[in-house]
């Protein structure tokens, strides 16, 4: 994005409203505002309709009244509610006061659901058939509803009550014999509760095969449809959010170079603050063990390699383990099968990690602190392995999200065990 | 998954074929041939077409050969290219020889393309119009083509030579009039070679908003189709090795339960080897500073918290910068930018860490030392988040993964120049 204004000017005239959408969501606040004061009225809202919901929700207070309205007006309303849910509550309602009659309705609706459930994610307007359609009156009937829906790809069936009878695929009507009923083309798919939570909800979309999922109320009483790409950007966003967590970092939830200084030090601060007094611990063990080091200086030269192999190996297993139960590879009653394997797993790679240590060390040092730090290293990497697999899974079970305590908060549990394991080793070895 | 012979063959009989897939995926191999045995004929092949690509390859030498024959013959082309892969190269190639002549065309058709392009993910099969076409003669193409393709809902349209000129959403064909053309509903839509790389394809064809995309060749000919669900599988394994890498640890590709100890301690070793050796640079820090180290042996208390704060703050930033490349909000080129904003903040986290543990440090022991810890958690902190974040950018430009330069990594380099700079400035303070 250029600087100049006059080259902005010929950038914003040149470029393509999706191209334009993609690079506004990475820029800085205020350069939003400047890019949408030159913007040519016909792109205005097809630029806003392709940012994030937190893009929008900066950009659209400040532009003007008329533009405000009728952009509200046209958004699709699950952009529209969650756009909203950015925003301040009085804010909100100042803008939710602006909306037509059956928008404002539609999107009272949507906003009954609790916020990160499928019915928050779901597209309340949709294309129904009846089970007693023939073909070509279905596809008459998605002719005439087209505008309205978000997706005509899956068309639900229902009964008058709009209680869910099945789905047909828009490929199967198309290629299906104009004459013939639609009844032997309903499938019986899967369907989503409106308050099931967004990120099984995306899961089960992307499994399925589908490229959208009907969300019902209870009696599958038909309320939405949630479209195969509205549930990939959740699992975006969940996998971002797992990343975050799984560095000890809460999500931002905007791209990286738009976010300030300030607020990345904020989203660090409580979990560094946290694991750093979780390793007031090893000031402890230390200070416990103070004569031993005393004695035998050279001690002290082994406590950074041996912790950080512990907590290497502890981030290997913690980190497979959140991505295994991410994508339901492992469930909460697999942790004794888990903690075993993963045992197993520590062990050996300490035994192999302890052997080659035990060489090396031999040649430079004395026989004892050799054994000393390959003994240490076998129970450090065994211990690493399984505290490192487990915690995930004891996360899960305490409803905590997993990421959270993985790499490095197994790190510091590591690091103040494995001393403890080392200076008990060293002084029945040396017995001092 | 039952493991009662009486009981599995019941569960096998009950239990629809995607849920059989599943979870076969998850299992160990040996089990997946016994389910496969107690499978009804008309079973087979559904539940075989929905298993993992290294699924399949396990399965499939197991079968008899009259199953092996006709299940090899009716497989997408890009499943059957993506099985193979998973092979030996003799026992691909002793299953290439059961293949009817136009199949095995395709086949050799998708191997030409290297692995990980875009030419070994796409459907060569796909339903291609004519600009001159009038709707209705478009959906009787359609009608007639729709067995042989995957995909129908995007519809490329070409010349005679296959030379791609836009393509056509099948929503948008279906609700215009029967006897309007065709021409005006074209879209210029992005179009991808058979060369590129899978992952930049996938996120490509997420950000479209298309449900596929055309693959071409040189003069834009037309080879295949990427399907939005492929694109998606491609993502997910990608987001799993970024996540594995992230953890020192290299993708197992296949479910966590499913691989074998051996296998978890092979995918594994190999990093933590490197670590380890990496790590031994701390004993040599710590041996050039032995003498400070006898004379105040108080010094050696706060290594593992601050080397242990240090790898924390590294960790946040590396894996903040892993995730941003991945999803292209940062660049290569914004490598100042981003060292610049992680040092100041990375000097922010050290100097509130810093102020707390001035007080902290204090209470307990002397002020010297007091000074010491929280000169050296500002610097440490600051340094950490600028190697953090800088690591993966590197390696981008080095062309390696940037998740393998992530929070082990860096937390290793941290822990060495850490204790540097710890102890440089303990000698500059205490004057020793």
Not at 416 to 425: D, E, R
Request: charged share 25%.
């Amino acid at each position: 994005m250029p600087e100049d204004t006059a080259e902005l000017r010929r950038w914003v005239a040149e470029t393509d409203p999706y191209t334009l959408a993609h690079e506004l969501n990475h820029a800085e606040a205020d350069r939003r505002g400047e890019v949408f004061r030159l913007l040519p009225p016909d792109k205005v809202f097809e630029v806003f309709s392709h940012l994030d919901a937190s893009s929008q929700a900066d950009v659209l207070p400040t532009l003007d009244e008329a533009t405000v309205t009728s952009m509200l007006n046209e958004m699709e309303p699950d952009d529209r509610v969650r756009m909203l849910a950015e925003m301040p509550d009085d804010e909100a309602e100042r803008l939710l006061s602006k909306l037509d009659a059956p928008e404002l309705h539609t999107t009272r609706l949507l906003m009954r659901y609790p916020e990160q459930s499928a019915g928050r994610l779901m597209s309340p307007a949709f294309v129904r058939l009846r089970a007693d359609m023939t073909v070509d009156e279905a596809l008459a009937h998605v002719r005439r509803e087209n505008e309205q829906a978000e997706t005509i790809y899956l068309l639900p069936v229902t009964d008058d009550a709009l209680h869910l009878v099945g789905a047909i695929e828009l490929r199967d009507l198309v290629v299906a014999a104009p004459e013939q009923p639609i009844a032997p083309l309903i499938k019986d798919v899967a369907v989503v509760s409106a308050y099931d939570d967004q990120e099984a909800v995306a899961r089960l979309v992307k499994s399925a095969d589908l490229l959208a999922l009907p969300v019902v109320e209870e009696d599958r009483r038909l309320v939405g449809l949630i479209t195969f790409d509205d549930a990939m950007d959740v699992l975006e966003f969940e996998e971002g959010e797992d990343f975050a967590r799984t560095g000890a970092a809460e999500p931002v939830g905007k791209p990286y170079l738009s976010v300030s200084v300030v607020r990345l030090v904020r989203s660090r601060i409580v979990w560094l603050s946290v694991l750093a007094l979780a390793a007031t611990l090893t000031v402890n063990v230390l200070s416990a063990f103070e004569a031993t080091l005393e004695s035998v200086v050279s001690l002290a030269l082994f406590i950074p390699l041996l912790i950080g192999i512990g907590g290497n190996t502890g981030a290997q297993s913690a980190t497979t383990l959140v991505r295994a139960l991410a994508v339901n590879d492992v469930r909460t009653g697999d942790i004794l099968r888990v903690a075993g394997r993963e045992a197993r797993a520590g062990f050996l790679l300490g035994t192999i990690i302890g052997l080659v240590g035990l060489l090396l060390v031999t040649l430079l040092f004395e026989w004892s602190i050799a054994v000393i730090v390959a003994l240490t290293l076998v129970t450090i990497c065994t211990l690493a392995a399984l505290v490192g697999s487990v915690m995930p899974i004891i996360a899960r079970l305490l409803g905590v999200d997993p990421a959270v305590f993985s790499a490095p908060f197994v790190t510091t549990i590591v690091d103040a065990s494995g001393l403890l394991v080392y200076f008990l080793i060293a002084k029945a070895v040396l017995g001092v």
